[in-house]
């Protein structure tokens, strides 16, 4: 059985960091598209950050470059995000997911298999 459990959202005020985490088990951690989605209330769930775990390739949404960072940690099959320089647009519910079959970097949901239950994170002004 697939799991893929986020932790590390939070409340943090405009300019503050919040370090997410993604636990993946019942998969074979290496040499799939990861990827981290987020969803605000009212709109479209959307990519913002994607790890192509064989061999580190990183992809980011315009909106996160510079400030957001995905890494993982091979040996516990675990995914990071690291947010710096938050803002209120950034306040969403933060999803990771697992792609079975891709061979692409793909910003697409339909195209991830697996996904994780959610984590918030607040950001005040």
């Known amino acids: 059985q697939v799991r893929l459990v986020e932790s590390g959202g939070g409340s943090v005020q405009g300019g503050g960091s919040l370090r997410l985490s993604c636990a993946a088990s019942g998969l074979t951690y290496s040499g799939r598209y990861m990827a981290w989605f987020r969803q605000a209330p009212g709109k479209e769930r959307e990519g913002v950050a994607i790890?192509?775990?064989?061999?580190?390739?990183?992809y980011y949404a315009d909106s996160v470059k510079g400030r957001f960072t995905i890494s993982q940690d091979k040996a516990k099959s675990t995914m990071y995000l690291q947010m710096n320089n938050l803002n209120t647009e950034d306040t969403a519910m933060y999803y990771c997911?697992?792609?079975?079959?891709?061979?692409?970097?793909?910003?697409?949901?339909?195209?991830?298999?697996?996904w994780g239950q959610g984590t918030q994170v607040t950001v005040s002004s």
């Open positions: 997911a697992a792609a079975q079959i891709l061979v692409y970097p793909s910003w697409r949901t339909a195209d991830y298999d697996y």
């Open positions: 790890i192509y775990t064989r061999t580190g390739a990183t």
